[in-house]
């Protein structure tokens, strides 16, 4: 149990003193989260928006990412279009040292390739 405890204690204390760093120059985020879909073949889902709205409060709270920076895209507003003018928006703004994370919270697609393994995609609002 102790050496749990000193593990714990180190992550903590290194997750704080990284946090603190200044790696980047600016900070940039697109967060898209969809829980009910436009085509009904898809299955509802109950946890994307929330999860999406979650990491966006630790971004913007805790890891000090401007909210001005920060895109969040729910439900109807994650079409493929507002998916791809709001990535390119971010590009356009970001620097060579800055960062930009992207964090999506829905529904996903695999399939098979000739030559062996998977080719995934994400499935936007329509």
Excluded: C, W
């Excluded at 102790?2 to 120059?25: G, N, P, R, T």
């Excluded at 994307?48 to 969040?72: I, M, Q, Y």
């Amino acid at each position: 149990m102790k050496k749990i405890l000193i593990i714990y204690v180190y992550s903590i204390l290194s997750f704080i003193y990284a946090s603190s760093l200044e790696f980047y120059e600016n900070s940039y985020a697109v967060l898209i989260g969809i829980n009910n879909y436009q085509s009904e073949s898809m299955n509802d889902l109950g946890l994307a928006v929330a999860d999406a709205e979650s990491v966006t409060d630790l971004l913007t709270t805790k890891l000090h990412f401007p909210k001005e920076n920060v895109r969040v895209l729910l439900n109807e507003e994650a079409t493929k279009d507002n998916i791809n003018n709001t990535l390119f928006q971010i590009a356009e703004l970001a620097g060579p040292n800055d960062r930009i994370l992207i964090y999506y919270a829905g529904h996903g697609e695999t399939y098979p390739l000739k030559n062996g393994g998977e080719l995934g995609y994400l499935i936007p609002f329509q």
